[in-house]
């Protein structure tokens, strides 16, 4: 292949360069050496704020679209977001292209980019009421519970400290998106989960994976001391409040609020460390044993059962402040409410935490982010609820939530269509706020970002782009899973590479699943990357079956061939002039031509970017 770079540049806009480096943290007040580590989130400037930014950079190098219509209001959402930019004169994008729209809501439900046959059949078809058949149709795909199931796996890291309880569990969040279960009900699953082995039962692999170590090695098979109780109940105090509810509680189990979080969060600044204690012992009877055979722990295997004595105010902690005493009944940290008399505690703790409101705020906020750019609330994760009520603002303090009455009718709506996650994603998707576009017409200002005011592109995620190139170039990846292989990087459980494909998808950020996920960042090491990777340049060759050597064998016409590349790839046809470039550098040399065009129209933002 030859004069990729050269061709790259004359046929479309170069390569966008690598986005803003983060903003480091503020100082932080409190001397404990992991302080900076465990607050520095709570300092980071919102994603909104690179939103508006971000895309108004990648806007430029998207194809021109033709006149805006106008927009029907499709639903409630529509209702509270254009409401809120028709009251404060807020411009807003068009709506977005057929193909546009295409591409994006098939990467956003199912992880991958629509086929050159389904760009063809969508534009073609005149039904007023296509985007909404297509949606349903991709809510009922295999594909969609692909992606999801993975997001799933990603969110609570599963990996291998789970053994092969990880595969479980995947197979496991697969039948529930596969089945639409309610999610109240998976979560409560998961938070009174118990069984002989977690090899066994899925859903108590995230207690097993949030185990904290406590030695190395077993004094014999009855060694509690394998794993640190009470270390294990609070990490998984934290995970569950974080997840379900939106609410970092990290900063509270080691250290009250009050003195801490004042300029941070002010309802965690009115909680203490015994808030929390009480909040983890609804965990406190759950035991946490390790399997023991043959004179060795077995990794990743373990029993989880509820024969703990309780939890101790004052045990020893491994990775926190030691305790310090207190009361330790349970008591949920959003209510003070108690379990009931002879109820099993953590059963408890997922009745009470499923049926608080904040409960369906927060999911609705968290697969709100994943379609919109962002959240309501933005981070996810990070809920003030002291700042939720436009009523009852602290003073000194801005309400958090951009669209705090869209947040509640969201919530509603999830509760009674019984915590359905497809309904939720088709009604986002369903929505004119979400088909808007990404090109804006006249002058962007970032104030108008937290109006939703306009598509915000993203960057695709490791796997996405994995996924996506092989798509294109029909030349899949070989992912051993299940005593087989699969072609597509997001049907396995979990981050599963070597050599070259490794190095791809780490370099566009695949979670390693020890840490939380965190945003896509730009990098300059990327477009190098993808310049030269063999990931990319061995699937565009003329070889092997590849959508560039079974093209040339089916069509005489450069212009097809140029044509089907530009569908497969960019899902849109090209434009005269597009189509121009392309046959001219076929004709210098057919192969090395259609090679190097879709090589060229891989490297590019369009590409590169779901917008």
Not at 281 to 302: D, I, N, T
Not at 474 to 497: E, I, K, L, W, Y
Request: aromatic share 8%.
């Amino acid at each position: 292949m030859t004069s990729k770079v050269c061709l790259g540049a004359l046929l479309l806009p170069a390569l966008l360069a690598a986005a803003e480096k983060a903003k480091p943290a503020k100082p932080e007040p409190m001397a404990a050496d992991r302080f900076a580590d465990i607050h520095a989130p709570l300092f980071a400037p919102p994603k909104s704020n690179d939103a508006g930014v971000l895309t108004e950079r990648v806007a430029r190098a998207l194809p021109s679209r033709g006149a805006a219509a106008k927009i029907a209001r499709r639903n409630f959402i529509d209702e509270h977001i254009f409401g809120k930019m028709e009251r404060d004169s807020v411009p807003h994008a068009p709506l977005s292209t057929d193909a546009e729209f295409l591409r994006r809501v098939s990467l956003d439900l199912t992880g991958r980019i629509p086929s050159a046959e389904q760009v063809r059949s969508f534009l073609a078809e005149r039904n007023p009421a296509k985007r909404e058949r297509l949606i349903d149709r991709l809510l009922e795909s295999e594909a969609f519970v692909d992606k999801w199931a993975y997001f799933f796996m990603d969110l609570f890291r599963a990996n291998g400290k789970m053994g092969r309880g990880q595969n479980l569990f995947h197979y496991w969040m697969k039948e529930n998106l596969r089945s639409d279960r309610p999610y109240d009900d998976v979560a409560r699953s998961i938070i009174a989960a118990s069984g002989k082995s977690n090899h066994v039962v899925a859903a108590a692999n995230v207690a097993a994976r949030e185990h904290v170590q406590a030695k190395p090695q077993p004094e014999d098979g009855n060694d509690l001391g394998m794993v640190h109780q009470l270390d294990t109940d609070d990490e998984l105090a934290v995970l569950y409040g974080k997840t379900f509810l939106g609410v970092s509680l990290s900063c509270i189990s080691c250290h009250d609020g009050k003195g801490h979080l004042e300029k941070v969060n002010v309802w965690l600044s009115r909680k203490t460390r015994q808030d929390f204690y009480r909040n983890s012992a609804f965990l406190g009877r759950q035991r946490y044993l390790m399997y023991w055979e043959h004179g060795k722990p077995q990794s990743g295997e373990f029993l989880i059962d509820d024969g703990n004595p309780g939890y101790d105010t004052k045990g020893a902690s491994m990775i926190r402040v030691p305790r310090f005493g207190g009361p330790g009944d349970p008591a949920f940290i959003l209510t003070g409410e108690k379990p009931r008399t002879g109820a099993e505690p953590k059963e408890e703790m997922g009745r009470m935490l499923t049926a608080h409101p904040q409960f369906a705020r927060a999911a609705v906020n968290l697969f709100w982010s994943r379609l919109m750019g962002f959240g309501i609330v933005e981070p996810f994760d990070d809920f003030d609820l002291a700042r939720q009520d436009p009523n009852n603002v602290p003073a000194g303090w801005e309400l958090q939530p951009t669209h705090p009455e869209l947040l509640d009718a969201l919530a509603a709506d999830f509760r009674e269509h019984n915590h359905s996650i497809r309904h939720l994603l088709r009604t986002i998707a369903r929505s004119s706020a979400y088909q808007l576009a990404a090109r804006f017409d006249g002058e962007w200002k970032e104030s108008y970002t937290k109006y939703f005011a306009r598509k915000y592109v993203r960057m695709l995620g490791a796997e996405e782009m994995h996924d996506a190139i092989a798509l294109a170039t029909s030349r899949p990846g070989s992912f051993r899973f299940g005593g087989g292989t699969m072609g597509m990087a997001m049907q396995v459980s979990g981050p599963s590479s070597g050599g070259d494909l490794r190095t791809f998808l780490n370099t566009f950020g695949q979670s390693n699943r020890n840490n939380p996920p965190r945003a896509l960042a730009g990098s300059p090491l990327q477009p190098l990357i993808l310049m030269n990777t063999p990931v990319l340049n061995e699937r565009v060759t003329a070889a092997k079956d590849s959508r560039v050597q079974r093209l040339l064998d089916t069509y005489k016409e450069d212009r097809r061939v140029v044509e089907e590349l530009f569908l497969a790839t960019l899902s849109r046809p090209p434009s005269p002039a597009e189509t121009q470039v392309g046959v001219e550098a076929m004709a210098k040399n057919r192969v090395e031509g259609a090679e190097n065009l879709q090589w060229a129209l891989i490297n590019q933002v369009e590409f590169l970017f779901n917008y």
